[in-house]
């Protein structure tokens, strides 16, 4: 099944797909290898960086106790005492999903960051590639991606 | 909302098209209407559906009217083509408009006789102009508008007063519809007859 993400909210992408993975597993009887998610990321891609490019360029949500940006990616943060533990990215990623990271956000973001901090666009771009999680593949576009995941036999489901 | 305590069926189409037993099943659409203008079965354009022949095929359901109306289907464009190495016979778009986006079919002159009191957009400028719909249908992109929203739109306008009776309305913004925008009977149906014809899906 292809997620087409559109939205972030309180973890909702991470939700919806380990909800996914666990039906299909537990309720339906798949087997791992049976089931296959594809994340096409627009405006959440950010959740595909790594800690470093969070603290760099001060991405992401803020921790609601301290009010201050948390400084590292908690949505791939396996830390036991950080919310999505059990659902991160890389948990998913081991469970099979598949995260695409779409160029067009991928600029908005580089035309962004390099304004903000007065630096070379191209830098700033191969600077934000070189953190991408590992796995995490960059595409063209996210709807193209998800129409040719479609093409490829997933289902569509839409996060909004 | 249509009103299905008022509604009455409303199906009578799909004449020449092939329909799977999934979609009969798809619940009949319903508009509230006292006067509903009659369309015989088999008279719903469908040369669009035959026409979806190329290796990519996707369908927008666009239910909100902004520019991302092309705007979107334009970067699914543009990485198909500059991206996957596509040419441009190799993609074909549909782009639905229904819910809030159906005015977006419309030429100026509807659009100025009715979106005040339709209430199109919050400033009454077009987000997607004629010529920008022109311009994506140029590029292959055909364009549906879901004539269940122009009933119930036509059945707002009349309440709303000064504009005639509901069918009367229905009538007039289906000939106002920009060239070669083809009205179908219901979204819903359209996007799963594309589907059955091997188009993606993008909620738009």
């Known amino acids: 099944m292809v997620f087409d993400t559109h939205t972030l909210g309180a973890g909702l992408p991470l939700v919806r797909v380990a909800a996914f993975l666990d039906a299909c597993e537990h309720d339906y009887g798949a087997s791992a290898t049976d089931v296959r998610p594809v994340i096409t990321m627009h405006a959440p891609a950010y959740i595909g960086l790594n800690d470093a490019a969070w603290a760099r360029y001060t991405i992401g949500p803020r921790d609601p106790a301290t009010k201050q940006p948390y400084g590292r990616n908690i949505f791939a943060s396996e830390r036991p005492d950080d919310p999505y533990a059990t659902i991160a990215v890389p948990v998913l990623q081991r469970r099979g999903a598949i995260f695409l990271f779409c160029n067009n956000v991928l600029k908005s973001l580089v035309s962004s960051y390099a304004r903000r901090l007065n630096q070379p666009a191209d830098a700033v771009r191969a600077d934000l590639i070189a953190s991408f999680l590992p796995g995490v593949v960059l595409v063209p576009a996210a709807v193209a991606a998800t129409a040719m995941a479609q093409e490829r036999g997933c289902a569509y489901t839409v996060i909004r | ?204």
């Not at chain 2, 095929?57 to 909100?64: K, L, N």
């Open chain 2, 1 to 204: 909302m249509p009103d299905s305590s008022q509604s009455i069926p409303r199906r009578r189409f799909l004449g020449g098209v092939a329909l799977t037993g999934a979609v009969l099943a798809l619940p009949v659409g319903v508009v509230s209407a006292a006067a509903v203008p009659a369309v015989a079965a088999g008279a719903w354009d469908d040369h669009w559906l035959k026409q979806l022949k190329a290796r990519h095929r996707v369908i927008f359901d666009c239910q909100t009217l902004s520019g991302d109306l092309v705007g979107y289907p334009g970067r699914y464009l543009d990485a198909m083509l500059d991206g996957y190495g596509a040419k441009p016979g190799d993609v074909q778009i549909v782009i639905g408009l229904s819910g809030k986006a159906w005015p977006a079919a419309l030429d100026d002159q509807r659009w100025q006789k009715y979106s005040a009191a339709g209430r199109f957009a919050g400033n009454g400028s077009r987000p997607v102009d004629a010529a920008a719909i022109a311009a994506f249908q140029k590029r292959g992109a055909t364009f549906l508008v879901c004539d269940d929203a122009l009933l119930q739109a036509s059945q707002d306008l009349a309440a709303a007063g000064g504009a005639g009776e509901a069918a009367t309305i229905h009538t007039d913004l289906r000939a106002g519809l920009l060239p070669a925008i083809v009205a179908v009977p219901a979204m819903s149906a359209a996007i799963a007859l594309a589907q059955q014809h091997h188009c993606a899906y993008i909620a738009a």
